[in-house]
């Protein structure tokens, strides 16, 4: 078991590692409940988050934004961040994963062995998804 | 001026050298220009340095003053008994302290310079160091070194070279220090000085930009503090290249609907844009703001989403009759219809359209529509949509009395809103309470009034007697009914508590008579308390606005920080004179879930302290103070949702 970290790992579909401060990594709900030590993830005791939806480019700008977020938490008139319009869609869903998706799930989903707090979130996607017959899953396997 | 004027008494040489005092040695030549501004004769090189401004005497002097220095040190070294042994040495020291009075003037400009390259280096560093490392060793000396630099005055009357423009001036006390260190003249430091003027408005931080936006945003009821979601900024940046989109590809449903939101909130709903939201599987198309779109795009949201079952269009000015005809014949699944402003559909069409979806049909709004859509259409309604259980009809120009008594045959609402331009008599209104009350889960009735009728308060009565599991109720605009009937109404009401409750403008409108008449006409005070008493636990909206009479005290009994309203989030208090200071605090103060708190014209509403996680709007006096934030706990910032059922502002 390790202790917990000052850093953590996030990594990208295409295999670029980004070393971020945990309380700001800790901004995205999704990475949250993957390293809370009650939820018992794997992702918890290797300290690393692996993000299978996001590409490097765009977890790069995440990472940005997690900072950006975590220096402006307290002041009033924060300038709004610079997002390149060419990212914004893909950048769009990585927010809408990391922020929203996992707070829906039950903690008593969360706690499988071995399971990743990822796997879970997508599996949750994707079976609200199928319920609701709003879209087809965008899900990558 | 002074600086001309300087120099041309200086040029004139009617500034002598300053007197030296007779030291021996070489005697005065021209040393003893005293008072009268007698002097002896020149050499022609005495008068060539004094045209350069440098001074025979001042030289003169420093040597004087080196040889001297040098025979004291020579004085102390021997009284300290070191003897002649070190002859050399002396000599070295003795000529390296005449070197450095030499080179003093060099070197002052030298050190001026290195201060000042320290200083900007200060500055710099200063703004990287951290806080934690403020008031170390590094940054007081820079502070020192500033202080120096900053005291020392130009010393007037001395001649120099422009930094800039390499003229000859006199120095003044007004004379600028150049970018290098050295001095300017007067019109390159006035250059300066404005250029420095014009890089500190550049480098000033614009407050008032956004201001209007945040005033804005906080009329919606809006909080923004701490930075946005990255959802929000993305979408934000979405609305503003919403041309330059191709395609949104596969988005949750509520970011698309979020989109969709603000696209129409900024008027960039148009034939290209609108086709990024439609995709074939939805069953929900909400275009908010769809006065852009042609008629052949309507016919679009059919042919791509023939399996829509609500369909929500608001302002469709071009919606005809042909769209009528194209959403029958695709929209097979249709259950909800909401169409605002559809004035090109006739009225046989309509009634088409109902036929058409007949059993089917779960829900209707119309508002806005003046040329059609008259009593046989609602008519028709009632007989072709047996199972409709929603019903929103609003400033529908042609509708009467006939269309109320239509609407009391729907056996199934369960939602009704109605807003009639013509006046309607109680005994239909009545009849229709009394007829589809009791399954009613929404009861909005606005601006029902009878001017035939002695005013009465049957209608309330009769919703007192019918109505049993209302939710959403709302009874504006009326002047007709008095107090006491609201007391009834409330009083003993088997309805369970409203989470929704809007009695707006209901007080008499006599402009003659402000105070009202003696016998309180509209919701007062026992009203209040009444509708407080009974729903009070579970109230979620309040809207009380223009209720004029209601007194200060009741306000104060209701708000009193004891009393709780656990789950009140949004108030409206517009146009209640007595409102105050005091209230609003109570109101914060009994509402723990308060976010939102409408003061329009609420005079005596001053210096309030808003806490955290609540909007105070259009409190008039309160000018500034609405921005502060108190000091409450940070309240979590939940997600914008909408209070039942409302569309949303949104931000951008």
């Known amino acids: ?141 | 001026m002074s600086g001309r004027r300087g120099r041309g008494a200086n040029t004139g040489g009617a500034n002598p050298p300053p007197p030296a005092p007779a030291r021996g040695g070489r005697g005065g030549r021209g040393g003893r220009g005293g008072a009268a501004g007698i002097r002896g004769p020149h050499s022609a090189l005495t008068d060539f340095l004094a045209a350069n401004n440098i001074s025979a005497q001042e030289i003169r002097d420093s040597y004087q003053q080196r040889v001297q220095q040098a025979e004291r040190e020579a004085a102390e070294a021997a009284a300290n008994g070191e003897g002649p042994s070190n002859d050399v040495e002396e000599d070295l020291q003795a000529e390296s302290s005449a070197m450095a009075a030499e080179r003093s003037k060099k070197k002052r400009k030298r050190d001026q310079d290195e201060a000042i390259a320290k200083i900007k280096k200060g500055r710099e560093a200063k703004k990287k160091a951290s806080k934690k490392k403020k008031g170390s060793d590094d940054d007081s000396d820079f502070d020192d070194v500033l202080d120096m630099v900053k005291k020392a005055p130009p010393i007037p009357g001395q001649l120099k070279y422009c930094e800039i423009c390499e003229k000859r001036f006199t120095v003044t006390p007004y004379s600028k220090a150049g970018p290098e260190g050295g001095l300017l003249c007067a019109p390159c430091g006035k250059d300066m000085a404005k250029d420095l003027k014009a890089e500190a408005k550049a480098k000033k931080p614009v407050v008032r930009k956004g201001r209007r936006k945040l005033e804005s945003n906080r009329l919606d009821g809006m909080l923004q503090r701490g930075p946005k979601t990255l959802q929000q900024l993305c979408i934000e940046t979405l609305a503003k290249h919403s041309e330059d989109i191709d395609e949104l590809g596969e988005m949750p449903e509520g970011i698309m609907k979020r989109i969709s939101e603000i696209f129409s909130k900024k008027r960039a709903m148009n034939s290209t844009t609108m086709k990024l939201f439609l995709q074939p599987d939805m069953d929900t198309v909400a275009i908010h703001e769809a006065a852009y779109l042609e008629t052949e795009d309507y016919d679009q949201i059919f042919a791509v989403c023939p399996t829509v079952k609500k369909v929500s269009l608001r302002n469709c000015c071009q919606f005809k009759d042909s769209n009528i005809d194209y959403m029958i014949e695709k929209g097979k699944h249709l259950r909800d219809i909401q169409l605002l402003g559809a004035n090109l559909v006739a009225n046989d069409k309509w009634i088409e359209l109902f036929i058409a979806r007949g059993q089917d049909l779960r829900s209707l709004k119309v508002e806005w529509l003046d040329a059609a859509f008259d009593d046989q259409a609602v008519e028709a309604l009632s007989t072709f949509c047996p199972n409709l259980e929603r019903l929103k009809i609003e400033r529908c120009k042609r509708l009467g009395v006939d269309s109320i008594d239509a609407i009391a045959r729907m056996e199934h609402l369960q939602h009704l809103t109605l807003r009639f331009y013509c006046e309607i008599p109680h005994e239909r209104l009545i009849h229709l309470i009394t007829s589809v009350g009791a399954n009613l889960r929404t009861l909005c009735l606005e601006h029902f009034l009878d001017a035939e009728d002695e005013p009465n308060d049957d209608v309330l009565d009769a919703i007192h007697n019918t109505c049993t599991k209302l939710r959403k109720f709302r009874f504006t605009e009326n002047n007709e009914c008095s107090d006491e009937g609201y007391v009834r109404l409330f009083t003993d009401w088997s309805n369970p508590p409203l989470y929704y409750a809007d009695v707006n403008s209901t007080r008499d409108l006599d402009n003659t008579n402000p105070d009202g008449p003696d016998e309180a006409v509209g919701l007062t005070s026992a009203g209040f308390s009444a509708l407080m008493a009974h729903s009070g636990a579970r109230l979620e909206f309040l809207d009380i606005s223009s209720c004029r009479h209601i007194s200060h005290q009741t306000f104060v009994d209701i708000f009193d920080g004891a009393k709780q309203y656990p789950h009140l989030a949004e108030i409206n208090v517009s146009f209640c004179p007595v409102v105050d200071t005091q209230i609003v605090a109570g109101i914060f103060r009994s509402c723990p879930s308060i976010r939102k708190v409408v003061t329009f014209g609420c005079f005596q509403v001053e210096d309030v302290r808003v806490p955290r996680g609540i909007v105070l709007i259009g409190a008039p006096r309160a000018g500034d103070q609405l921005e502060q934030f108190g000091e409450g706990e940070v309240v979590e910032r939940e997600g914008m949702g909408g209070v039942g059922g409302r569309v949303v502002p949104v931000m951008g």
């Open chain 1, 1 to 141: 078991m390790n202790q917990p970290t000052d850093f953590v790992t996030l990594v990208s579909n295409d295999g670029y590692e980004f070393k971020i401060l945990r309380l700001a990594a800790c901004i995205a709900g999704t990475i949250k409940k993957a390293l809370d030590p009650m939820s018992g993830f794997r992702e918890n005791t290797q300290n690393r988050v692996d993000l299978p939806t996001i590409n490097g480019v765009v977890l790069e700008k995440v990472c940005e934004y997690l900072y950006y977020n975590q220096k402006h938490a307290a002041s009033k008139d924060v300038s709004d961040m610079d997002i390149p319009p060419e990212l914004c869609l893909e950048l769009l869903i990585a927010a809408d994963y990391l922020d929203d998706m996992i707070s829906a799930i039950s903690p008593i989903l969360g706690s499988m062995p071995g399971q990743t707090a990822t796997d879970t979130a997508r599996a949750s996607t994707s079976t609200t998804l199928n319920k609701k017959e709003d879209y087809v899953t965008s899900t990558p396997s």
